[in-house]
């Protein structure tokens, strides 16, 4: 099992991962924030093409997650899974996938060799979820676009082997630059993003023991930088910082596989 993230932040927002089982790979792409010629670019970078992709799972219905979604599942005969808060707050459009699939937030599903399980989130949008990634061997726990650490999110990423791990924004940074004040609380409230410290603080309770792949995501470009989203999760867990991995918006991550 393996992923990669084709980019991450608010002008997009796009994740692969692949699995394989008697000799048949299955890929699934989590969200599409991106139009289908980049989203295109974005995979051959990792040797992929879109007819490579068995599916589309997506979180919500913001347009840096959602953007591309319909448009490209529809070009490449992509069935799409979805909640129905979030099918029911995309943009109506001329675009329709071959088969749009409504998922309850609880309950898991299979894609292939990929077995799927969602969960809900806070975060100011219809019915937003986010998800883990598994194949009977490993898996990928995946956390963006939420405001607070559940018990139930902590549930759900406890004993992964890898986690995707939003940490949007460093508090100083958002405080003292020069978003309005209403978008400043909406970041920062209870239905918005987790900053450094807080994603540091929901990584200390997991259980790490199996923990092979760190990478931080949905870095904020204006309020923050690699370097301290980097350096607050070390701090939390002890390991160099350089081990961290960073989903940037431009270039992604390069492929992570689990063994």
């Not at 529809?74 to 998922?103: C, D, K, N, W, Y």
Request: charged letters at 20%; glycine letters at 10%.
């Amino acid at each position: 099992m393996r992923f990669a993230s084709l980019g991450s932040g608010s002008r997009g927002n796009a994740l692969v991962v692949e699995a394989e089982a008697r000799g048949t790979k299955t890929r699934v792409l989590l969200d599409c924030g991106f139009g289908p010629r980049e989203l295109s670019l974005r995979l051959a970078r990792l040797g992929l093409a879109p007819d490579d992709l068995d599916a589309l799972v997506v979180t919500h219905e913001h347009s840096d997650h959602s953007a591309g979604v319909m448009k490209f599942a529809q070009r490449h005969r992509l069935e799409v899974f979805l909640t129905h808060g979030t099918l029911a707050a995309m943009p109506a459009g001329r675009h329709e996938p071959p088969s749009l699939r409504v998922i309850d937030s609880h309950s898991a599903f299979a894609v292939g060799a990929l077995e799927i399980a969602p969960f809900p989130v806070p975060h100011d949008a219809r019915e937003p979820v986010q998800y883990v990634f598994g194949d009977g061997c490993h898996r990928l726990g995946v956390l963006t676009d939420t405001g607070a650490a559940t018990p139930h999110i902590l549930a759900m990423l406890d004993g992964c082997d890898a986690l995707v791990l939003e940490c949007n924004h460093d508090r100083d940074m958002l405080a003292g630059g020069a978003y309005p004040r209403h978008l400043k609380q909406r970041i920062a409230g209870r239905f918005g993003h987790l900053d450094n410290e807080a994603a540091a603080a929901l990584l200390a309770k997991l259980d790490r023991s199996r923990l092979q792949h760190l990478v931080a995501a949905h870095l904020s470009e204006q309020n923050n930088t690699p370097q301290l989203a980097r350096a607050a999760l070390a701090g939390a867990i002890g390991c160099a910082e350089e081990w961290i991995g960073i989903a940037g918006q431009d270039d992604g991550s390069s492929w992570r596989e689990l063994i």
